[in-house]
């Protein structure tokens, strides 16, 4: 039994990602831009200048950490709220603890974190706004989402934005090294790494994702024996582990992927299983709106064009309640997409439209399409011998639109389902030359 089993027997520890979370900036791994020696984040640390600021990266690059040593270099009282479980009440209880906060009567306003910004609703984060703006509190925000489209506006600029970036492989290296060298079981275990290839390719990026896997890796031997890490090794113990998934890296695509195919194929039951995967897993619900907003447009189109007006209520209606109830209005829309007729027809007429466009740029617009808001212009005959469509019986005047090199081009082909058929009938009806029967 060696001297690491002993520690580990004697007393029950934290998870590996926790027990090798730095406490300073010079045991941070990663984000040089940002902390490295005359950067904007670390001169704010140093000079004790701090203002609010949202850290906007992938999961597991240090957010959380980062805010942790921010406070602990300024000495200031960190408080934390999380966005999936805290309301307006805990918002608010938490300010009036900050007023009352003596380091804040000696001019050293204390620090509130809030993990997953992104999931407050908007009376949430109205109900930061007067206690940002007047310094009760300097507040650091995480998120994993773009905040331009997540953070109300007046909260977005009282507030600095810094990205945070995937850890590179010699960022992975760094942590890899330091956990086998420090961590005060690891350290005592004879372990050989071989190959790194599959360890760093399933972490992704994720430095918390890194340790984790290495966990389970040394984990899967027993006793005293060697630690190899190679690439079989890795792959062989993350199948095994196939429950964990993984926001940033590879079970995050196969899911999302096999969801988005579910619904285009028509398959509510799997689509509807693959979302409770995804929802089980902690995935983000508006991530999956909007997903399901871009199956809307895409996959179910103008076969039912109502689809696109649910997942757009859909997407609304998950920013507004948040979970665990979205889960309930997602899995309606899922279900309805799912089951929809589909076509793809606006999706195949736009990308074929952007790919003529390309290549037309200089096409010249008819002068009777251009507008004539000057004299010179109605002299230079734009304007002249256009055809008002409602001047015309049925609305509609039998006029060439396209610019002289794309005459009788057409890019929309409907589909062959009950809505597109009329479509179809119409515009057969009004562009017999294009549309024929």
């Known amino acids: ?81 999380s966005a999936v479980s805290s309301g307006v009440k805990d918002v608010r209880d938490v300010i009036d603890r900050a007023r009352s906060n003596s380091l804040f009567a000696s001019g050293s306003s204390p620090i509130l974190f809030i993990d997953e910004i992104h999931r407050f609703n908007k009376a949430q984060q109205d109900a930061l706004l007067g206690a940002v703006e007047d310094g009760t509190v300097i507040l650091i925000g995480a998120t994993t989402e773009n905040p331009s489209f997540e953070v109300i506006t007046p909260l977005l600029s009282r507030c600095q934005v810094f990205v945070l970036k995937s850890l590179e492989k010699a960022d992975l290296q ?28 399933y972490a992704a990026g994720d430095a918390r994702k890194l340790l984790n896997i290495l966990e ?11 630690v190899v890490i190679n690439n079989k090794r890795v792959t062989e113990c993350l199948q095994e582990n196939t429950a964990i998934y993984d926001k940033g890296g590879e079970m995050h695509y196969d899911i999302i992927s096999a969801f988005i195919k579910s619904v285009r194929g028509s398959d509510p039951n799997a689509a509807i299983y693959y979302l409770a995967r995804m929802l089980e897993g902690g995935e983000d619900p508006l991530f999956i709106a909007r997903r ?70 200089m ?23 256009y055809k008002y469509a409602h001047d015309y019986p049925g609305h509609f005047a039998d006029l060439e639109f396209m610019p002289s090199e794309l005459h009788g081009k057409t890019f929309y082909s409907p589909g062959d389902n009950k809505h597109e058929d009329g479509l179809r009938s119409r515009l057969e009806t009004l562009w017999p030359k294009y549309y024929k029967k």
């Open 1 to 81: 039994m060696t001297t690491g089993d002993n520690i580990g027997r004697s007393r029950m520890l934290p998870p590996l990602p926790e027990r090798m979370r730095p406490h300073d900036l010079d045991g941070y791994v990663g984000q040089r831009h940002l902390i490295g020696q005359g950067c904007i984040l670390r001169n704010m640390i140093e000079s004790g200048n701090l203002s609010s600021f949202i850290l906007w990266g992938p999961p597991g690059v240090g957010k959380t950490t980062l805010s942790h040593i921010v406070a602990k270099s300024l000495g200031r009282e960190f408080f934390t709220l």
């Open 174 to 201: 760094n942590l890899l090294d330091r956990a086998l060298k420090e961590d005060e079981i690891l350290k005592y275990r004879n372990i050989q790494v071989e190959e790194t290839d599959a360890l760093f390719r």
């Open 292 to 361: 399901l907003c871009i199956l809307a447009a895409e996959d179910v189109g103008l076969a039912n064009p109502n689809a696109l007006l649910l997942a757009n209520s859909t997407f609304q209606i998950v920013h507004v309640i948040g979970m665990p109830e979205a889960r309930i209005p997602l899995a309606e829309c899922t279900i309805y997409l799912a089951s929809s007729p589909k076509s793809n027809s606006a999706y195949m007429a736009i990308n074929e439209a952007l790919e003529v466009a390309k290549d037309t740029q």
């Open 216 to 226: 389970i890796v040394v984990g899967s031997f027993i006793g005293s024996s060697p």
């Open 363 to 385: 096409a010249s617009v008819p002068l009777y399409l251009r507008n004539a808001p000057t004299k010179l212009m109605e002299e230079l005959g734009y304007s002249d011998g």
